[in-house]
């Protein structure tokens, strides 16, 4: 992979970072929600990632706000198109959260 690349990668990953969970109050990245981002040579971004609950009912939400926190990076034309593919395996669980999110959550490591 190219540094480039890999810039574009980590700045949309930082992006993300801007992403609240409704109900937690932490970002996605953080929680442990994104499993991965992906940029093909087109520059479209795919970003594979879980929910903390099958159904939950803000997963649209949620979506839309990934979509809308890189807006800024599709208008200057460092990224395309944006997919979102949520994904149930592997199942997310609370050891998939930063450590920043474990004390802000009150989650004791074990």
């Known amino acids: 992979m190219t540094d480039e690349k890999q810039e ?8 993300l970072e801007n992403v609240i969970d409704p ?6 990245v953080n929680l442990g929600l994104i ?6 040579d ?11 609950a099958m159904g939950c009912p803000l997963a649209a939400t949620i979506v839309s706000d990934i979509k809308s926190s890189l807006e800024e990076l599709q208008e200057f034309g460092e990224i395309k198109e944006v997919e979102v593919d949520i994904v149930w395996s592997p199942q997310w669980d609370k050891s998939m959260m930063s450590r920043y999110a474990k004390i802000a959550l ?5």
Do not use: F, P, Q, W
Not at 8 to 15: G, L, N, P, S, T
Not at 42 to 52: A, G, S
């Open 8 to 15: 574009m990668i980590d700045r949309v990953y930082a992006e």
């Open 23 to 28: 109900e937690l109050d932490i970002d996605i």
């Open 35 to 40: 499993y991965n981002v992906e940029l093909d």
């Open 42 to 52: 087109e520059n479209n971004v795919k970003i594979t990632m879980t929910l903390t």
């Open 106 to 110: 009150g989650v004791h490591e074990s």
